[in-house]
């Protein structure tokens, strides 16, 4: 099932939380929806999800419009809220058969799907127990296994690596693209690392506003305009180094990578390389250069570029 949202803008009193964004995920693809607190990700996948509507535009889910069969289109939507609410006395079995009849799974099939979402889920040494007793990593596996318990078409997923250890975020990030083969999922994150290891495609928004849209190498050949080296030079007084590099006709930038040793990074002007200017600079003053070498943009430089305007 496609999620199309066409130009919806969403106001709280005089401020719009969300403001004329439209983008579109595919049946299959896995979109990470990324930007810095309060640009509005919570409150578009808030109104995705029909917890409410937006004041303007409309979203459709598998062709179904939020506005108009806004219960069609719940029941095509397994979500996991970015806090996972769970009640947390209750037996990791008991919740899920609760959140089954919640779903309007059949009574006949409740039972496969519980023991289904244990495999899946990976809480097969855990369904025993209280959700309260388990670790935060297992508590995010009750919360997929209950966004997954009726079998929906897409699921939206806000945060579902927040306060995991290293070790958990890799099992979920792989569990996310396991399930991701079958579904569309939209998923929010401030990990940009486990965005772009997970995710098919990155969504940024900032301020309310849609401001980029494609995969993280797309992204980062927009932004690869500006050449950066990591320039290591010995042979002279560092501060010296730092001048001289800063002097040259094609460097807008040089800053000092570590305290200690002779080693900068070298931003040059927009379109243009300072490679053999630094060459020939430490040729002209004997110094030694052992290392040029080019900087590959990252995706969180990326994200810096475009929410720090």
């Given at each position: 099932?496609?999620?199309?949202?066409?130009?919806?803008?969403?106001?709280?009193?005089?401020?719009?939380?969300?403001?004329?964004?439209?983008?579109?995920?595919?049946?299959?693809?896995?979109v990470?929806?990324?930007?810095?607190?309060?640009?509005?990700?919570?409150?578009?996948?808030?109104?995705?999800?029909?917890?409410?509507?937006?004041?303007?535009?409309?979203?459709?889910?598998?062709?179904?419009s939020?506005?108009?069969?806004?219960?069609?289109?719940?029941?095509?939507?397994?979500?996991?809220?970015?806090?996972?609410?769970?009640?947390?006395?209750?037996?990791?079995?008991?919740?899920?058969?609760?959140?089954?009849?919640?779903?309007?799974?059949?009574?006949?099939?409740?039972?496969e799907?519980?023991?289904?979402?244990?495999?899946?889920?990976?809480?097969?040494?855990e369904?025993?127990?209280?959700?309260?007793?388990?670790?935060?990593?297992?508590?995010?596996?009750?919360?997929?296994?209950?966004?997954?318990?009726?079998?929906?078409?897409?699921?939206?997923?806000?945060?579902?690596?927040?306060?995991?250890?290293?070790?958990?975020?890799?099992?979920?990030?792989?569990?996310?693209?396991?399930?991701?083969?079958?579904?569309?999922?939209?998923?929010?994150?401030?990990?940009?690392?486990?965005?772009?290891?997970?995710?098919?495609?990155?969504?940024?928004?900032?301020?309310?506003?849609?401001?980029?849209?494609?995969?993280?190498?797309?992204?980062?050949?927009?932004s690869?305009?500006?050449?950066?080296?990591?320039?290591t030079?010995?042979?002279?007084?560092?501060?010296?180094?730092?001048?001289?590099?800063?002097?040259?006709?094609?460097?807008?930038?040089?800053?000092?990578?570590?305290?200690?040793?002779?080693?900068?990074?070298?931003?040059?002007?927009?379109?243009?390389?300072?490679?053999?200017?630094?060459?020939?600079?430490?040729?002209?003053?004997?110094?030694?250069?052992?290392?040029?070498?080019?900087?590959?943009?990252?995706?969180?430089?990326?994200?810096?570029?475009?929410t720090?305007?």
């Amino acid at each position: 099932m496609d999620i199309v949202v066409q130009n919806i803008t969403k106001k709280f009193g005089a401020q719009k939380a969300v403001d004329d964004v439209s983008f579109t995920v595919k049946t299959g693809e896995i979109v990470g929806f990324l930007g810095p607190n309060g640009a509005g990700k919570t409150t578009t996948m808030k109104a995705i999800t029909c917890f409410f509507m937006p004041n303007e535009g409309n979203i459709t889910v598998g062709g179904y419009s939020i506005r108009e069969n806004p219960e069609e289109v719940k029941k095509n939507i397994g979500y996991l809220p970015e806090n996972n609410p769970l009640y947390r006395e209750m037996p990791v079995i008991d919740y899920l058969h609760f959140m089954a009849e919640l779903q309007g799974v059949p009574d006949g099939s409740i039972r496969e799907r519980i023991l289904e979402m244990v495999n899946v889920c990976g809480l097969e040494g855990e369904k025993h127990k209280k959700i309260g007793e388990l670790s935060k990593g297992y508590q995010q596996r009750v919360g997929l296994a209950q966004a997954l318990i009726h079998n929906p078409k897409v699921l939206v997923l806000d945060e579902p690596t927040s306060g995991l250890d290293p070790n958990q975020i890799i099992e979920i990030r792989d569990l996310i693209r396991k399930i991701g083969q079958e579904k569309t999922v939209i998923l929010s994150s401030h990990i940009l690392a486990e965005v772009e290891a997970t995710c098919d495609r990155v969504v940024i928004i900032n301020k309310g506003k849609i401001v980029a849209d494609g995969t993280s190498a797309e992204l980062r050949k927009q932004s690869q305009g500006r050449e950066i080296l990591k320039v290591t030079i010995e042979g002279g007084n560092r501060n010296e180094v730092f001048k001289a590099l800063q002097s040259l006709e094609n460097v807008q930038m040089v800053d000092f990578i570590s305290k200690s040793d002779s080693s900068f990074e070298v931003q040059s002007k927009p379109d243009t390389s300072s490679r053999r200017d630094v060459f020939q600079l430490c040729v002209k003053k004997g110094w030694d250069l052992t290392e040029l070498t080019p900087t590959e943009t990252k995706l969180e430089d990326v994200f810096r570029e475009l929410t720090l305007k």
